[in-house]
C-alpha cells in the first residue's frame, strides 16, 4: 500500500489526522507531522526523514503539504527528489487526503499525483456553483 505522509504549518497535519480518523477511522501508511512555529528546518527535516524509514520500503510515498513553497513542501521536495517513486502535493484539503486515503490501493505515486489533482480540482467548489449543477440536472418538467 502506498505511503502518505501530510505535512504542514501549524498543527495542520495533526487537525486534519483527526478529522480524518473521525471520517475514516485509523489508516495504514499513513503519517502525519506537524512543523509549529517552534520547530526548525532542520528538525522538519529529520521528522521527514523518519517518517519515510517508518513507511512500507517497498511501497511508493506521496507527501501531501499545505502551502506551495512553504518549508514543509521545500523539505519534502528535497526528499522526494531523492527517492525513486515518491511525490509531492500541496494544496491539501480534507475532501482530497479523504477520497485519495480510501484510492491510495494499487496506485503508483504517479497515479496516485494524477487523481489528486482532479480530485482537489473536483473539490473546490462554491454554494452557487453546486446550486446550479443540480438545477441543470433536473429536466424541467413541462405542465399540462
Same mark, same amino acid.
Request: aromatic residues 4%; hydrophobic residues 35%; proline residues 3%.
Given at each position: 500500500m502506498l505511503g502518505i505522509i501530510l505535512t504542514g504549518h501549524g498543527g495542520f497535519a495533526? #487537525?486534519?489526522?483527526?478529522?480524518?480518523?473521525?471520517?475514516?477511522?485509523?489508516?495504514?501508511?499513513?503519517?502525519?507531522?506537524?512543523? /509549529?512555529?517552534?520547530?526548525?528546518?532542520?528538525?522538519?527535516?529529520?521528522?521527514?526523514?523518519?517518517?519515510?524509514s517508518e513507511l512500507d520500503a517497498q511501497q511508493d510515498i506521496v507527501f501531501l503539504t499545505d502551502l506551495l513553497g512553504g518549508t514543509p513542501f521545500r523539505v519534502a521536495s528535497t526528499l522526494a527528489m531523492q527517492r525513486q517513486g515518491t511525490e509531492v502535493i500541496t494544496g491539501t484539503n480534507l475532501q482530497l487526503l479523504l477520497e485519495m486515503v480510501l484510492e491510495r490501493d494499487g496506485l503508483t505515486s504517479e497515479a496516485?499525483?494524477?487523481?489528486?489533482?482532479?480530485? #482537489?480540482?473536483?473539490?473546490?467548489?462554491?454554494?452557487?456553483?453546486?446550486? #446550479?449543477?443540480?438545477?441543470?440536472?433536473? /429536466?424541467?418538467?413541462? #405542465?399540462?
Open positions: 495533526s #487537525g486534519m489526522e483527526n478529522a480524518m480518523k473521525q471520517i475514516l477511522g485509523e489508516q495504514s501508511q499513513f503519517i502525519a507531522i506537524d512543523f /509549529p512555529e517552534t520547530s526548525t528546518t532542520a528538525l522538519l527535516t529529520s521528522q521527514l526523514e523518519q517518517a519515510v496516485f499525483r494524477l487523481q489528486a489533482l482532479e480530485c #482537489g480540482h473536483r473539490g473546490l467548489t462554491s454554494l452557487v456553483d453546486e446550486l #446550479g449543477r443540480c438545477r441543470e440536472e433536473k /429536466p424541467v418538467e413541462e #405542465g399540462i
